[in-house]
Structure formats: C-alpha cells, structure tokens
C-alpha cells in the first residue's frame, strides 16, 4: 500500500469522533448519518455479485468458480446473516433494529429508500433537506461507482473502502467509546458481526479476488490506488462531518 493511502487509512483508524461518542444521544447522531453507509455498501457488493456471478435467466455459467464462491458467501453473509435472536437479516436490517432500540431516526434513509423502491433515480432522491450534505457526498460516490466504473475499480472501492477498513473502525469505536454500560447491545452485535465476518473471512476474500481480476493487467495499479484513495478521503470527510455534530451536541449539552 502506497505511503499516502496508509496515513489516510491510519487517520480513520485513530479518527477522534469514536472518542466522541459519549452518550446514547451522540450515538444517535452517528447512526444516523452512518446507516446510508450501511445501505450504499450493498450496491457495491451486488456490482460484484452481478459481475462475477450468473444471475440472468436463463442462467448461463461463469468462467471463474472462485469469483463466484468468494462474493456468493459475502452476500450469503451481508444478506442474511445470523440475527443473533434466532432468525436472519441483512446487516442493514441489522442496523435499523440497532437504531430503533436506542431512539434514532430511521425516517429519512426509510424514505429514501422507498423512494429508490418506486423508481426515483438514487441520486436525485439524495437532494432532501433531511439528508446532511456529507451524506450526500458520500452516496453519491458509491453509486456512481457501482453503476459506472469498471469492475476492478469497483472491487478496489470495496476492498479499500469497505472490507479492509471496517474492521479496525469499529474495533476503534468499541475501545474509544463512552457507552460501556448503556442499552446498546443490538448495534454492539451488528458491530462485532462486522468485525467477525469482514476481518476474518470478508477482507482476505475481496483482497484476493481484487489481486486476481488484477494479476494480468499492470496498468490497472494506478487505478486501484486512485479509488483506494479516493473512497478514504469520502469516509474521512463523512467521519468529520459526524465528529462535527458531535462537538456541536457536546457544547449544546
């Protein structure tokens, strides 16, 4: 990894806004910008998906049995993963439930996403005065990704952007956080889900698929450290546009 994506992906590491979360209300805040992070993570996963997998009728077979096993078991797992009470749901689905049970406002991203359901395109739909700019911003990158740039860029936006990162974030905002003893316990499950699935078996597995789509195309290395940069820098600024509204609830409060 080139010297400038490792400082961008140590500064979301040791972000300052996992120390900020201090009470149920901050968490509340982050959710709610966070949870359109939650849900634009599958557009990529299902570029994937669509890619490498044959999913037309009639079905036709794809070359590689690897690809297809390696973003088959992701989506197996961000589709339908273990609820923890005995059944399944999405990590998204996951989320909602952890934004219910502490009081956060799930109203604008289930309004945005209905009006994605009826066939309003997804990125007009971010222009409502309920979504935060850097939310915006961020949504937009993705989709535009996931809809226009090649497959290998789409599988280093996930990689670099997703799966490589994921892990320490949350394992930073469970350390730095302040809400030891809180009622969190469905967003601390979806946390160490996240943890579980992307650091052990997700991030190995999209790591070696994007080293392979990459194997015999030199040139695609620019482009795989100009996305990696890229998706960091969009976390950063949203990590920052959280952090603000935390120390501007802090000094409210």
């Not at 690809?67 to 992701?74: G, K, Q």
Request: proline share 4%; glycine share 6%; with cysteine.
């Amino acid at each position: 990894m080139a010297t400038d994506l490792q400082v961008l992906r140590q500064q979301l590491a040791d972000h300052p806004l996992y120390a900020h979360v201090r009470s149920v209300d901050h968490l509340r805040v982050f959710m709610q910008y966070h949870v359109f992070a939650v849900w634009d993570f599958m557009s990529l996963a299902k570029r994937l998906q669509r890619d490498l997998t044959s999913v037309q009728v009639p079905w036709v077979p794809r070359e590689s049995g690897l690809y297809s096993r390696l973003i088959n078991e992701i989506i197996l797992d961000e589709e339908s993963d273990a609820d923890g009470q005995g059944g399944y749901a999405s990590h998204f689905g996951l989320y909602l439930k952890a934004m219910t049970e502490v009081g956060a406002d799930i109203g604008p991203i289930m309004t945005y996403v209905e009006s994605v359901r009826t066939g309003e395109n997804p990125i007009e739909a971010l222009d409502r005065p309920e979504i935060p700019a850097a939310v915006r911003a961020f949504v937009t990158q993705t989709l535009t990704l996931a809809q226009q740039a090649p497959l290998h860029e789409v599988a280093a936006a996930f990689f670099y952007g997703r799966e490589d990162l994921i892990p320490q974030m949350f394992s930073a905002l469970m350390r730095d956080w302040q809400l030891q003893g809180r009622p969190v316990d469905r967003f601390v499950y979806y946390l160490e889900r996240h943890i579980e699935v992307d650091g052990d078996r997700h991030g190995p597995m999209v790591q070696r698929l994007l080293e392979d789509l990459c194997s015999h195309h030199d040139q695609w290395a620019g482009d795989v450290d100009r996305i990696a940069r890229s998706v960091m820098e969009q976390r950063l600024s949203l990590w920052n546009a959280i952090d603000d509204q935390l120390n501007m609830l802090s000094v409210q409060t």
